[in-house]
């Protein structure tokens, strides 16, 4: 009897290792797999940056950069190019401002209703169909701004108002991104401890001034993190002003007129027939570089303010 028991521990011993070892060789394979895709992602950014810093260095071996970020004409396809980025720096803000106005009250009184106004079940209907706009495709927005909006417009206040202008672009625009500052602002707010609500209506105060002064400078970081995350997703958007805003490169602050942003001159240029290696077709790459100099400064500034305006409770 003491020998089967001895040999039956030796067996049980002998199976717990053999699973112990198969264990951990999962483990490592599965850190393997993580890894590599988490490496992956990295490699993809410093392969993008690394072909956008390639043929923007071929550009300005023919333009002078003191030009590109000068002049005031945006002409690259023309006789006599000039190629002056300001021309669509100020179409990429201006229908950039117009998104922001649209989308940065509706979206934060959207997060406020949604963490200390709706009720339990109101929220978890009503947040993931606000999130549903923002699987729409772009190119549905563009073209519900060119063939609705603009009409409307042109019908009701606005007569004057071009078939291709900034104004429809931002506002169809502004109600894309609307769901990426509600969303992202509802998190950061309701993740405000109960506490201080609660110490508050002890107080005497009520729902809104608790709202408003309490519970959203509280989470002012994480709003301010989704306003810029929602400015960065405007100053990338593509089909909404390729569709919506027209082609015309022109220096204006005029939303009623047809203005070209960067996303839509890569776009216009993209699919067109320019050879390739050609000065026209590495504007492409010079206006992209730009473009990404102007998100990672955005991302920059929002890292900066979250680190440091955020609050940490315990």
């Known amino acids: 009897m003491a020998v089967d028991a001895e040999r039956r521990e030796r067996s049980e011993a002998g199976l717990w290792q053999r699973d112990s070892r198969a264990r951990h060789f999962r483990e490592r394979v599965i850190r393997i797999v993580l890894t590599a895709c988490a490496y992956v992602s990295v490699l993809t950014t410093f392969g993008i940056v690394f072909v956008l810093i390639f043929e923007t260095i071929e550009f300005f071996r023919e333009v002078s950069i003191v030009e590109f970020l000068t002049s005031t004409t945006w002409s690259a396809a023309f006789a006599n190019p000039q190629f002056g980025i300001i021309v669509l720096i100020g ?13 940065l009250p509706v979206g934060l009184l959207a997060a406020i209703f949604l963490s200390e106004y709706a009720s339990t079940g109101l929220r978890r209907w009503l947040k993931p169909a606000l999130e549903v706009l923002a699987g729409v495709p772009t190119i549905v927005y563009g073209y519900f701004a060119l063939t609705f909006v603009t009409p409307f417009l042109q019908d009701t206040i606005l007569p004057s108002l071009t078939i291709f202008n900034a104004l429809s672009a931002g506002l169809v625009m502004g109600v894309m991104i609307i769901p990426t500052i509600a969303s992202v602002s509802e998190d950061a707010i309701y ?20 709202a408003t002064r309490i519970v959203v400078p509280a989470a002012l970081s994480g709003i301010v993190a989704a306003v810029i995350l929602g400015i960065s997703r405007a100053i990338g958007e593509t089909m909404i002003v390729a569709v919506a805003a027209g082609n015309q490169a022109r220096l204006t602050v005029n939303p009623l007129e047809s203005v070209q942003t960067m996303t839509a001159y890569i776009v216009q240029v993209a699919s067109g ?34 680190r440091r305006f955020r609050e940490s409770y315990e």
């Not at 609660?198 to 005497?204: I, K, T, V």
């Not at 570089?289 to 303010?305: A, D, E, G, R, V």
């Open 91 to 103: 179409g990429t803000l201006l229908t950039t401002v117009i998104a922001i106005a649209v989308a």
């Open 191 to 210: 993740g405000v401890p109960r506490s201080l609500r609660e110490g508050a209506y002890a107080l005497g105060a009520t729902k809104r001034e608790v």
């Open 273 to 306: 027939d320019t050879p390739t290696g050609t000065l026209t077709y590495n504007t492409i790459f010079a206006v992209g570089m730009t473009l990404f100099f102007m998100t990672l400064i955005l991302n920059i500034i929002s890292y900066m303010f979250v």
